[in-house]
């Protein structure tokens, strides 16, 4: 009930927003780089419209990768236009802004599956396996065992992926490619977990192409279906690595207005 109150305060102060910026237009310089409309129904079905085309291309069959729709930053009243759209994959990266944001969301729309795409803390893992359907950032030993823990205490299984650091970067989150095989060792066959495959953000500013190639690898050595992989700029190329789970954000719901 307060779920759904904060929701139409939400709506109502949205619609004001784009009232007031229609009746007294901001100044150029001070208008925030995002558009105010933004066509998320539209981008939403040109990425599938991709998607698909990119299946074909590679050779799989329709329906082979699933879009998961990054909403991480933008508000309720943004997700909605998915929503009625009929689509109902998301992912958020974190924890404490996805439990805001969800429970209303899933209340009015039924059969939603939520991603948690971003990495996750030991201390969140009970809210994590409380909310989530889907975790693809196992990236350590510690936060495997965490959250068996709590998918044992609160009798939830949401599968899971192993994060891959493809690109062994300092500053980013996931195991060495080295590291990979025992990890999912560990997950899969000493925890009993639902390991779905492996999920990697490559370099930036670099051709992803090597990096889509190296997790495909790790994952069919280790048996593994599921591969995680691709962004807005790259998921056509991911598709023809055999990616399972694309992560679409910006190219869906327009560039994001505040830091993640
Ligand atoms: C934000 C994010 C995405 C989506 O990025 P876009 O470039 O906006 O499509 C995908 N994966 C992860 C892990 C992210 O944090």
């Not at 500013?205 to 992989?229: C, I, V």
């Amino acid at each position: 009930m307060g779920d759904c109150f904060a929701y139409a305060c939400a709506r109502a102060k949205h619609a004001l927003l784009l009232y007031k910026s229609d009746a007294s237009p901001a100044p150029t310089s001070l208008r925030p780089e995002r558009p105010l409309v933004t066509d998320v129904s539209e981008n939403l079905s040109a990425a599938l419209h991709q998607i698909r085309r990119a299946e074909r291309a590679a050779g799989r069959p329709e329906g082979a990768t699933t879009l998961v729709a990054v909403s991480k930053t933008f508000d309720a009243v943004d997700v909605e236009p998915a929503l009625a759209a009929g689509h109902r994959v998301f992912g958020e990266n974190r924890v404490q802004e996805a439990q805001g944001k969800w429970p209303a969301l899933r209340a009015l729309h039924p059969g939603v599956e939520l991603h948690l795409i971003g990495p996750l803390q030991s201390n969140k893992a009970a809210d994590a396996v409380a909310l989530f359907d889907v975790i693809h950032t196992v990236d350590r030993p510690k936060i495997a065992r965490a959250l068996h823990a709590e998918m044992e205490r609160q009798h939830r299984r949401p599968a899971v992926f192993v994060q891959v650091n493809v690109g062994e970067e300092e500053q980013k989150a996931g195991c060495a490619p080295a590291e990979t095989d025992a990890l999912v060792a560990l997950a899969r066959d000493e925890l009993g977990m639902e390991v779905a495959g492996l999920m990697c953000i490559p370099p930036f500013d670099e051709p992803p192409a090597p990096y889509f190639a190296l997790l495909q690898k790790l994952a069919r050595r280790n048996g593994l279906e599921g591969l995680s992989m691709g962004m807005s700029a790259d998921y056509a190329e991911a598709i023809a690595f055999g990616a399972t789970h694309v992560r679409v954000g910006s190219a869906i719901f327009g560039t994001r207005p505040k830091p993640e």
